[in-house]
């Protein structure tokens, strides 16, 4: 069943096909429960004519005779253009410039690290007894 030949027919026949079509699939469905179904793609192709009536039934519900298409490109013809997004520029005040520099390097250095990150305890895992040293020697690796 094609598209072209269900938006020729009238909602009645849409409806009365929706309604056969679904039943179908019903009886396809409990063939297949049953080990009754010889050609399980039957479902499939059940499946997509049912789509494609509610398809049609819901263009006509919108008011929209045919779908839009996006345009094809045809050979030979000049490939669209993208326009290059002009990138984005950080200001940067001058005065301040060596402030920043500063600033970052203290952030990165290892004694910056430590300051602004408490050690946190080590707790054993769940469900294991560790002794106090084991966790010791744990932290010390780490």
């Given at each position: 069943m094609k598209v072209d030949e269900l938006r020729v027919l009238e909602e009645d026949e849409l409806g009365t096909r929706l309604k056969s079509a679904r039943r179908e699939l019903y009886e396809l469905r409990f063939k297949s429960a049953v080990g009754q179904l010889e050609n399980s793609s039957q479902i499939a192709k059940v499946r997509h004519d049912i789509a494609r009536i509610l398809t049609?039934?819901?263009e006509r519900e919108l008011g929209i005779s045919t779908?839009?298409?996006a345009p094809v490109e045809v050979e030979g013809s000049?490939?669209?253009v993208k326009k290059?997004?002009?990138k984005r520029k950080e200001?940067?005040?001058e005065e301040n410039e060596e402030a920043a520099e500063a600033e970052a390097?203290?952030?990165e250095s290892p004694a910056a690290v430590a300051e602004a990150e408490p050690?946190?305890?080590v707790k054993p895992k769940r469900g294991r007894r560790t002794s106090a040293k084991a966790a010791e020697k744990k932290a010390?690796?780490?």
């Open positions: 049609v039934l819901n779908i839009q298409v000049p490939a669209p290059a997004r002009p200001f940067v005040d390097t203290a952030e050690e946190e305890e010390e690796k780490e």
